[in-house]
């Protein structure tokens, strides 16, 4: 179930609304974020032991998302 925030996103992509605590929204901002703070993204969810890979890939698909609907990032 996607929280509010990617319910909104789903009707208007460029809402720009993020939940916290959301996966799904924590991948679509980083996503919009410049390249240097996507970086250290990834190297806090290493040092918390998480897994990156996964992350990133979920950045991967929202960036995706935002190029196919038009949204800049
Ligand atoms: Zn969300």
Redesign the pocket.
């Known amino acids: 179930m996607?929280?509010?925030?990617?319910?909104r996103?789903d009707k208007n992509r460029a809402s720009g609304?993020?939940?916290a605590g959301?996966?799904?929204?924590?991948a679509?901002q980083l996503a919009r974020m410049p390249r240097q703070h996507r970086m250290a993204a990834y190297v806090a969810e290493r040092d918390k032991g998480g897994d990156v890979a996964a992350l990133q890939q979920a950045v991967r698909e929202q960036y995706e998302i935002d190029k196919r609907d038009g949204v800049a990032s």
């Open positions: 996607p929280c509010w925030a990617c319910d996103a609304y993020y939940q959301c996966a799904v929204c924590t679509r």
